[in-house]
Every structure is written in C-alpha cells, then in structure tokens.
C-alpha cells in the first residue's frame, strides 16, 4: 500500500487521496498484480537473482510491457535488483537520491520491496511516496524528483523505457526540505 506524506506531516494511503495530491505533477499510481505463478512468488522472495531468472519474471509478467509497447511506444525494459548485499549500492543509490529531471518518462513496477520517490510540487513543496510491491509508477518528464530506498533496502523493480539509453538524471539544485521516516 502506498504512503504519500506532505511536508506538514499528513499521510496519505487512498489512492485517491494520493492521485488527488500528485495530480498536479501528473504521477500516475497504479495496482498491477503479480499473479499467483508459485514459482515467480519464489524467486521473488530470494534476495540475488540470476540473469535467467530475472528472464523467467520478467517474461511473466510481460503482458504489462506489451500494453506499454502499445500505448506508449515503449521499447525495452529490465529488472533491477537491489538488496544491502548489491556491491556499491550507495554508489549506485547516490545518482539518483537528490533532486533531478529526466528527459523521459520515470516508469517503474516495484515487485517486491519498497522505494520513495520525492516530488517538488508546482507550488514549491515537496511531497514523498512510498511505493511498495504491485505498484505501478509512471514519473512523467521533467518532474522534479528523487529516490531512495527505505532503510530495509531492498527493491525488485521492472523498469520500462521508451529510448535504449535509459534515464539520465539532469541534476536541479533544489534541495530536498525533508526525508519520510523510516519504514520497517
């Protein structure tokens, strides 16, 4: 379940709630699930995943990136890992925990674990989500925004582009007013 919280303090778990507060940024939240394949459940609960076996969900749940394809011209997608044992992960973490843009399209399917985006809203605020698994994030271009991991560290994530490059942080110096506490 989903937790929006603003820098006042409030809490958000309602999608409606939170598509009403994010809708001037234009961040689209949804439910997608899994499915109930045990062996896909399986490998979802190891913290290392092979290339074959990152093949095997991905190619489960390969109906979502064909809607993509054909809504949106998406081209590639792939699943990235993360857990505290990921050689560098506060290396790889940093790129992207501080406010930036893309160029395109921010779009994620977190299937196990949990991540935060932070947005700077269009009034100068800012606001962080919670995402957690069978959620469906689309972070639209040129959003101001971050991430993190929460401090269980770790997140499976299928990650969809429309261009072979991936996305490029373009770094903003806003700095962020606050981090959303720790979820354990």
């Given amino acids: 379940m989903a937790i929006l919280r603003l820098e006042d303090g409030t809490n958000y778990t309602k999608l409606e709630d939170i598509a009403r507060e994010l809708a001037p940024l234009n961040v689209q939240l949804n439910y997608w699930t899994i499915g109930e394949e045990t062996q896909i459940r399986q490998l979802l609960r190891q913290e290392i995943l092979t290339e074959a076996e990152k093949e095997q969900v991905l190619a489960s749940l390969d109906h979502y990136f064909e809607q993509l394809q054909q809504t949106a011209d998406y081209q590639s997608r792939d699943l990235i890992v993360l857990h505290p044992n990921t050689p560098n992960l506060d290396t790889l973490l940093s790129k992207f925990n501080r406010c930036h843009t893309h160029a395109d399209d921010e779009v994620r399917y977190i299937i ?3 991540g935060i985006f932070g947005f700077v809203r269009p009034d100068g605020s800012q606001v962080e989500l919670t995402i957690q698994p069978e959620e469906y994030i689309n972070v639209p271009a040129g959003t101001e925004h ?18 072979t490059e991936g996305w490029v942080p373009e770094y903003t110096n806003t700095e962020i007013n606050f981090r959303s506490p720790a979820v354990v």
Avoid: Q
Avoid at 148 to 153: C, E, F, H, S
């Fill in 112 to 114: 196990d674990g949990e």
């Fill in 146 to 163: 971050w991430f993190y991991l929460t401090d269980r560290r770790r997140v499976k994530a299928v990650r969809y582009f429309t261009t």
